[in-house]
């Protein structure tokens, strides 16, 4: 058997940004994936197509409804869905293949099919042809993601009742789209449908959307979505389903008043969630532990209960996004080497990339509250930026927390044109544990919509600049 230092099952950004760092640091990696592509859910059917159709939709969008406003005239404006479709497979292609490059680049060895731990140092990797082989190692981690969590009355059949996967490959505008739950998926999703032209309808069950972000930048979202013309229903559980005449019928129950009631679309995107993908691994061979939710169970540096087995993204606790995975697993190979490795989950952000964007980072006001920190607060609306009015994106604020007492941030929430890229500030001064007043008294360009920030900065001491 070939032996390796570390083999990392998955390839997905834990696994990849992983694998690379372990390289630099002078191991002999493996990679076990079994789809033909490397990157996983993120980047062949998750985080980098869908953004790609994001992207291509506000374009048309913009050309559609707010280009005039700019004295931009189209007479004949069309939407080309092959050619977009094309460009979002164009940008995954590009980027899957600059993985391998890496790879090759770093001597990282892609193991082509299914990995299955036998004993804490040996995998088997079963391929697609049926013929199984074996790898010795010192380490091994598990990041094999997660996978869409399935009704049990609506089934994926990537038609008609849709994952995430099958909303990113549709070959036609639906007229009606219906989307189950209201989370980060639903919601951008839901955008590029009906940016497209599609009547869409989200579904909650909860009585709020995206509950555990700041309701303030939220609302300013779910206004914006409404305009374009989409519907929400909260406080909604959805059933059952049945087919009726080519489409798909869902049975509902209002949870406030108890009525019940039935919706039509064309197809239905199921986003209630994903969980972590354990099947086939072979955990059981080395009694790895899991939790009630079916996630490995690891300490604080991503070890499993078997020392030298490690986990990380989405198969253990913690939210389910790329660039936790990706420092987790950078954190799993400098531990491996140095004994040192940590995370700060403090400044992990999260990101609703819709039109406005929703940026956070830290805690939001209910959280403070209820954890019992004194804090000042910070907002300041992009409406009175002067780059915001001359780009036509005056629609949102930012917002910082900080420690009554120390003024230190604890957390930060931005709802606007580009606010995932704004955030970013934001998150830097947070890890180092930087306050409002460091970011108030820091230049930042004029015009540019990063001057709401300082203003938000300002107010948390309430001497912003008005107009």
Not at 440 to 451: D, G, I, Q
């Amino acid at each position: 058997m070939e032996s390796f230092d570390l083999v990392i099952i998955g390839a997905g950004p834990g696994s990849y940004v992983g694998a690379i760092r372990a390289a630099q640091l002078g191991m002999k990696v493996a990679v076990v994936e079994k789809d033909k592509t490397l990157g996983g859910t993120c980047l062949n059917v998750g985080c980098i197509p869908s953004k790609a159709l994001l992207q291509s939709s506000e374009y048309y969008h913009e050309a559609k409804h707010d280009f005039d406003k700019h004295g931009i005239i189209f007479s004949d404006l069309k939407l080309n869905l092959d050619a977009m479709m094309s460009r979002k497979t164009k940008v995954v292609g590009e980027l899957t293949g600059g993985i391998e490059f890496l790879f090759k680049k770093n001597k990282i060895t892609w193991l082509k099919g299914t990995g299955k731990i036998l004993t804490a140092n040996t995998v088997e990797i079963s391929a697609a042809d049926g013929t199984k082989s074996k790898v010795e190692t010192q380490y091994i981690t598990i990041a094999t993601g997660s996978t869409p969590v399935e009704l049990p009355f609506l089934k994926f059949d990537e038609k008609k009742i849709l994952s995430s996967t099958g909303a990113l490959a549709l070959d036609y505008v639906p007229k009606e789209f219906l989307v189950v739950g209201g989370g980060v998926i639903g919601l951008e999703m839901g955008s590029v449908w009906a940016r497209l032209g599609s009547k869409v309808t989200v579904i909650e069950y909860a009585d709020t959307i995206c509950s555990m972000m700041d309701q303030d930048c939220i609302n300013v979202l779910v206004r914006s979505m409404k305009k374009m013309g989409v519907t929400f229903m909260t406080s909604t559980k959805v059933t059952g389903s049945r087919s009726s005449g080519g489409r798909v019928e869902l049975e509902y129950e209002n949870l406030k008043d108890n009525k019940k009631a039935s919706i039509q679309g064309d197809v239905v995107l199921v986003s209630t969630g994903r969980k972590p993908y354990t099947e086939g691994l072979g955990l059981e061979n080395v009694n790895i532990a899991k939790d009630e939710r079916g996630r490995v169970v690891t300490n604080k540096h991503l070890q499993t209960n078997v020392p030298n087995i490690f986990a990380v993204g989405d198969v253990i606790v913690g939210p389910m996004l790329a660039h936790k995975a990706e420092e987790e697993g950078v954190a799993v190979a400098e531990f491996i080497k140095t004994g040192y490795g940590h995370v700060n989950y403090t400044t992990c952000p999260s990101v609703i990339y819709t039109f406005p964007e929703v940026a956070s980072v830290g805690l939001t006001e209910a959280e403070c509250k209820a954890n019992g920190h004194e804090i000042n607060v910070g907002k300041f609306p992009f409406s009175a930026n002067a780059r915001a009015k001359a780009r036509g994106a005056t629609e949102g604020f930012v917002k910082i927390i900080a420690d009554k007492e120390s003024d230190k941030i604890l957390g930060a929430h931005i709802v606007g044109a580009g606010a995932s890229e704004m955030l970013g500030e934001l998150i830097v001064t947070m890890e180092f544990g930087g306050s409002s007043e460091d970011v108030a008294r820091s230049f930042h360009s004029h015009p540019t919509m990063t001057e709401v920030i300082r203003e938000a900065a300002l107010a948390v001491d309430k001497r912003q600049r008005q107009g």
